[in-house]
């Protein structure tokens, strides 16, 4: 034991027993799947990568006491489970599994004695919130289908908006040019671009400098024509995509993308998504193949779980898109209803992830454009092709922080569309 000794207790055998105070915290952040803990120590424990079973001491006595909290707050993922060695836990014997299940948690146990054991004298979730205050300021669009050949040729050219919402000119691509891809915010100030035509499921990471890194092998079934949206304050999902289908990648706050997980919802691709109410995700609209649209919607809640399709408002249409803007508040709009036929239509989404009716366009109807939050509470969107005469643009239009589209903006960059965007940076 380190340190000061501060209102600490004599243990049956008149040795003193360290209080969370007093007690010698681990240095080494555990990560592994098992740890024999002693007492008077406290313990960082990381449940990222798998769950952690915790051997608490076998000869134990009366003020033993023992720290553990969430490093990671992935508990709620990975437990942490105790094996309490033979002694009894909260009065039960050690033939009963504990375990602890709620992210941001710290448990402060202490032992009793022989009839109860060691017993929690604290098991208190710590609110994830205030941690991240910093909104994000800045995004990017990238890649696509440009206005060369016939029906475009794919590029990684990449443009900067800035936190007044100016879209800077082009910056030459890196990774594989590619269209039909998606992004998403995560790690507080960073995004990620997977998937896309190709097909592919390479990912690139863009950090709070708007820097898109090489190429990154992918994880989860190679698809284009999918969504993506932040969730969980820090993390990131995938999901849906062409072939119709409905499963989904979780994205981790180091930019790791999970295996598939099980559809949930319609099977469907040119879909659209966004963050709403802070840490929650929303997907929306989308085709499933024939010219059948639809304008199902599917939350997904702050732990990456997707929910049951609701039942669509608005306009049935594919090549919407979607962004955050205000405070827990975004919106969906323009998208193809069919043939050569697009629309400017938005549909706002509330703080509840409720899907308003449709209002009434602002600027020229297209497809396939892309949206990033910026400026900390508002939005921009831009690009797009016109489907009539295949015409690919760069004009941009501007949401205010109550969800007002401006006109359209005298574009900036490489015309295209079919490309992706998403916000990063926390400075201004």
């Not at 709070?208 to 090489?214: D, H, L, M, Q, R």
């Not at 691709?269 to 929650?280: E, F, I, P, V």
């Not at 092709?385 to 205010?400: A, D, E, F, H, R």
């Given at each position: 034991m380190?340190?000061?000794i501060?209102?600490n207790?004599?243990?049956?055998?008149?040795?003193?027993?360290?209080?969370?105070?007093?007690?010698?915290?681990?240095?080494?952040?555990?990560?592994?799947?098992?740890?024999?803990?002693?007492?008077?120590?406290?313990y960082?424990?990381?449940?990222?990568?798998?769950?952690?079973?915790?051997?608490?001491?076998?000869?134990a006595?009366?003020?033993?006491?023992i720290?553990?909290?969430?490093?990671?707050r992935?508990?709620?993922?990975?437990?942490?489970?105790?094996?309490?060695?033979?002694?009894?836990?909260?009065?039960?014997?050690?033939?009963?599994?504990?375990?602890?299940?709620?992210?941001?948690?710290?448990?402060?146990?202490?032992?009793?004695?022989?009839?109860?054991?060691?017993?929690?004298?604290?098991?208190?979730?710590?609110e994830?919130?205030?941690?991240?205050?910093?909104?994000?300021?800045?995004?990017?669009?990238?890649?696509?289908?440009?206005n060369?050949?016939?029906?475009?040729?794919?590029?990684?050219?990449?443009?900067?908006l800035?936190s007044?919402?100016?879209?800077a000119?082009?910056?030459?691509?890196?990774g594989?040019a590619?269209?039909?891809l998606?992004?998403?915010?995560?790690?507080?100030?960073?995004?990620?671009?997977?998937f896309g035509?190709?097909?592919?499921?390479?990912?690139?990471?863009?950090?709070?400098?708007?820097?898109?890194?090489?190429?990154?092998?992918?994880a989860?079934?190679?698809?284009?024509?999918?969504?993506?949206?932040?969730?969980?304050?820090?993390?990131?999902?995938?999901?849906?995509?062409?072939?119709?289908?409905?499963i989904?990648?979780?994205?981790?706050n180091?930019?790791v993308?999970?295996?598939?997980?099980?559809?949930?919802g319609?099977?469907?691709?040119?879909?659209?998504?966004a963050?709403y109410?802070?840490?929650?995700?929303i997907?929306?609209?989308g085709?499933?193949?024939?010219?059948?649209?639809?304008?199902?919607?599917?939350?997904?809640?702050?732990?990456?779980?997707?929910?049951?399709?609701?039942?669509?408002?608005?306009?049935?249409?594919?090549?919407?898109?979607?962004?955050?803007?205000?405070?827990?508040?975004?919106?969906?709009?323009?998208?193809?209803t069919?043939?050569?036929n697009?629309?400017?239509?938005?549909?706002?989404?509330?703080?509840s992830?409720?899907?308003?009716?449709?209002?009434?366009?602002?600027?020229?109807?297209?497809?396939?454009?892309?949206?990033?939050?910026?400026?900390?509470?508002?939005?921009?969107?831009?690009?797009g092709?016109?489907?009539?005469?295949?015409?690919?643009?760069?004009?941009?239009?501007?949401?205010?922080?109550?969800?007002?589209?401006?006109?359209?903006?005298?574009?900036?960059?490489?015309?295209?569309?079919?490309l992706?965007?998403?916000?990063y940076?926390?400075?201004a």
């Amino acid at each position: 034991m380190s340190g000061k000794i501060v209102n600490n207790v004599f243990r049956a055998s008149g040795v003193i027993a360290a209080t969370p105070g007093g007690l010698d915290w681990s240095t080494a952040v555990v990560t592994g799947s098992t740890l024999s803990a002693s007492a008077g120590k406290g313990y960082f424990i990381n449940t990222t990568s798998n769950a952690c079973t915790v051997t608490l001491p076998s000869s134990a006595e009366i003020g033993d006491q023992i720290v553990f909290a969430d490093y990671a707050r992935t508990w709620s993922t990975n437990n942490l489970i105790i094996d309490s060695n033979g002694n009894n836990f909260q009065g039960d014997p050690d033939t009963y599994t504990v375990d602890y299940s709620t992210a941001g948690q710290s448990l402060n146990i202490v032992y009793s004695d022989a009839t109860k054991g060691w017993l929690p004298v604290s098991d208190d979730a710590v609110e994830d919130v205030g941690i991240n205050t910093a909104p994000t300021q800045k995004g990017f669009f990238a890649f696509g289908l440009d206005n060369s050949g016939a029906y475009g040729t794919v590029t990684s050219v990449k443009n900067l908006l800035a936190s007044n919402g100016v879209i800077a000119s082009d910056v030459t691509g890196v990774g594989t040019a590619r269209q039909a891809l998606a992004a998403a915010s995560y790690g507080y100030d960073k995004a990620i671009i997977a998937f896309g035509g190709g097909v592919v499921n390479t990912r690139n990471l863009v950090n709070n400098s708007g820097v898109v890194a090489a190429d990154a092998t992918g994880a989860g079934t190679a698809r284009a024509f999918l969504a993506a949206a932040g969730y969980g304050n820090d993390k990131a999902i995938f999901g849906y995509g062409g072939g119709y289908v409905s499963i989904s990648n979780l994205c981790n706050n180091q930019g790791v993308v999970a295996a598939d997980v099980s559809g949930v919802g319609t099977a469907r691709g040119g879909l659209s998504a966004a963050t709403y109410g802070g840490d929650k995700a929303i997907f929306g609209f989308g085709t499933t193949g024939g010219g059948n649209m639809v304008s199902t919607t599917n939350k997904v809640s702050n732990s990456g779980v997707v929910s049951s399709d609701t039942t669509g408002v608005g306009t049935d249409r594919e090549g919407a898109t979607a962004a955050s803007y205000g405070v827990g508040l975004a919106f969906f709009a323009y998208g193809n209803t069919g043939g050569a036929n697009s629309v400017s239509t938005k549909n706002l989404i509330n703080s509840s992830g409720v899907v308003s009716a449709d209002v009434t366009g602002v600027g020229t109807e297209r497809r396939q454009p892309a949206a990033s939050s910026y400026g900390g509470d508002k939005a921009a969107v831009a690009y797009g092709q016109i489907p009539s005469g295949n015409t690919k643009v760069s004009m941009k239009n501007l949401v205010s922080n109550t969800g007002v589209i401006s006109a359209d903006v005298t574009g900036v960059g490489t015309a295209r569309y079919d490309l992706a965007a998403a916000g990063y940076s926390q400075s201004a």
